[in-house]
């Protein structure tokens, strides 16, 4: 009887949850109770716990939490279905607390709307309804039989009324996806249609021998957001507001963007959150409109140090004024490797700022510009710990060989190779070491701008052995990267990265 009615807990929750989805999809997209769960977890996280969660599960973190939603969703669910067997108020007010713990958190989330709680309260009314119409069958206390013993009304119409309840979640939730998939679509005919103009200042042909691998394409682009659902963007209603501590407040469509005099430059973005060694980084050539320009147009007001970027999904990314007006290339990209922005990567705009860590300069699926103060307003990442200001600090990478690859002495010189990137200064030396030997130069080739990365290689003369490399960069400015070993929070991993292979 216990297990009866915990799978009717879970079953009635499956049915308020898949309808509460339904809704979201049909009339509040970006308010799907589970996705407004999931943000809530995430922001609240502390930062330590995100850090071990992106370094351990890499882009599955995402999926990971949304599996651990559901177990300790299921759990609730069924807790509250042995309790509402006991007591049917129970029952109801178990499918109270889901239904406005989900309001409340749609309600929360920084983009929220007026409506964005609806879909988790037609979700708990549902599930409250559903929880009944399982619980009566079970129910000994009214239900006694012609006989007058306490049997309950019966196992067959229980299994009838749950497949019903069960198939019943299974159309809604399966409805919710398709017309998510819909909506996607939209988004992506929407990007399909756009042709991108030709820039203004093209970015000259890659120097020869800059080494393959060298632009990362765009699938392989590492992807590091807080968006548990991508957002979807219909480029026809979307606007770009430059606002805040402004003479001259600016809107603009995405097409008086592609009216403007564009720009291609092949930078390489990296996040914050990369360790050591990390996979986080990646080198596109860009198209997009000259942020200074744009601002310049604004006329920000004195005082104003502080460029607030706000994404369509509540993201806000702070970037220091004087940095997008010191003459490097800041953009608002509307295009990537020679198509416009993949949906995953910011679509239909987004900011880059070369030199700046992701977390601090490139906000994706951009919607408004705010000029203001580092005193006056703490951006996202900001206000959880890390860094107001994020420059990019010096790094290199051995890429191969793999860690703990066995080599063949008898194969010749083993080929080592990697990248290295200090975005705005360039990469002046690379050194590797083998063992405690001495830095021997890596040959460096060459790098279209200072803003990208370089890949470099050494033909290395192993000898039997196991060994340990060591990889370390001079940028431009002559300074030597550091050894110290740093975490990524608050504003960067440092230390020079290692691997380790045997020779036999
Ligand atoms: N809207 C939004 N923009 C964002 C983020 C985000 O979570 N939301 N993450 C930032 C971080 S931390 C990084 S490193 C870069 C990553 O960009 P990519 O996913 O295109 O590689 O996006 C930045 N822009
Ligand atoms: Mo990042």
């Not at 050591?276 to 147009?297: F, H, I, S």
């Not at 906000?363 to 710990?385: H, M, N, P, Q």
């Not at 107001?388 to 063949?408: E, N, Y």
């Amino acid at each position: 009887m216990r297990i009866r009615a915990a799978l009717a807990g879970i079953t009635a929750a499956a049915a308020g949850i898949a309808a509460g989805e339904l809704l979201a999809a049909l009339a509040v997209p970006a308010a799907g109770p589970v996705a407004g769960v999931g943000g809530v977890i995430v922001d609240a996280t502390p930062t330590a716990v995100k850090e071990w969660a992106v370094g351990t599960f890499g882009t599955h973190d995402k999926p990971l939490l949304l599996t651990g939603i559901a177990v300790v969703l299921a759990a609730f669910a069924a807790l509250v279905g042995v309790l509402g067997l006991r007591r049917q108020a129970f029952g109801l007010a178990g499918a109270a607390v889901l239904g406005l713990a989900g309001a409340a958190a749609a309600a929360s989330r920084p983009a929220a709307g007026p409506l964005d709680g609806l879909p988790s309260l037609l979700g708990g009314v549902v599930a409250a309804a559903a929880l009944v119409l399982l619980l009566r069958p079970l129910d000994r206390s009214g239900a006694t039989d012609a006989g007058g013993s306490a049997r309950p009304m019966g196992r067959r119409r229980f299994l009838t009324t749950a497949g019903l309840v069960a198939a019943g979640a299974a159309v809604a939730g399966g409805g919710a996806a398709l017309v998510r998939a819909a909506g996607r679509g939209a988004a992506e005919r929407s990007r399909d249609a756009i042709r991108l103009p030709a820039p203004a200042s093209p970015a000259p042909p890659l120097p020869a021998g800059s080494g393959a691998g060298f632009v990362t394409a765009n699938r392989d682009f590492y992807r590091v957001d807080t968006a548990l659902t991508v957002p979807r963007v219909d480029v026809a209603g979307w606007r770009l507001r430059v606002r805040g501590m402004v003479g001259r407040p600016l809107e603009l469509t995405f097409d008086d963007l592609l009216r403007r005099p564009l720009i291609e430059r092949d930078v390489t973005l990296n996040c914050v959150s990369n360790e050591v060694g990390g996979p986080y980084v990646g080198t596109a050539r860009w198209l997009g409109v000259p942020l200074a320009d744009l601002l310049r147009e604004a006329r920000p007001a004195p005082g104003a140090d502080q460029v607030v970027a706000r994404s369509v999904d509540g993201m806000t990314i702070g970037t220091p004024l004087a940095v997008v007006l010191d003459g490097r290339d800041a953009m608002l990209c509307v295009g990537m490797n020679g198509e416009p922005l993949p949906l995953e990567h910011g679509f239909p705009v987004r900011m880059l700022t070369p030199g700046l860590y992701g977390y601090a300069g490139a906000c994706k699926w951009l919607t408004s510009i705010e000029l203001t103060t580092f005193e006056a307003y703490d951006a996202y990442w900001v206000a959880r710990g890390w860094a107001a200001r994020g420059p990019v600090k010096t790094a290199s990478r051995i890429d191969r060989p793999l860690p703990f690859t066995r080599l063949d002495p008898a194969a010749g010189p083993v080929r080592v190779a990697g990248a290295a990137w200090a975005q705005g200064r360039g990469i002046a030396a690379v050194e590797v070491q083998v063992d405690d030997g001495p830095w021997q130069a890596a040959t460096l080739l060459p790098a279209p701008t200072d803003d990208t990365w370089a890949q470099w290689r050494l033909d290395w003369a192993a000898t039997p052995g196991s060994h340990l490399l060591r990889v370390r960069a001079t940028d431009k400015t002559g300074a030597l990267q550091t050894p110290d070993r740093a975490t990524p929070f608050p504003s960067g991993a440092t230390g020079w990265h290692t691997v380790t292979v045997t020779v036999q």
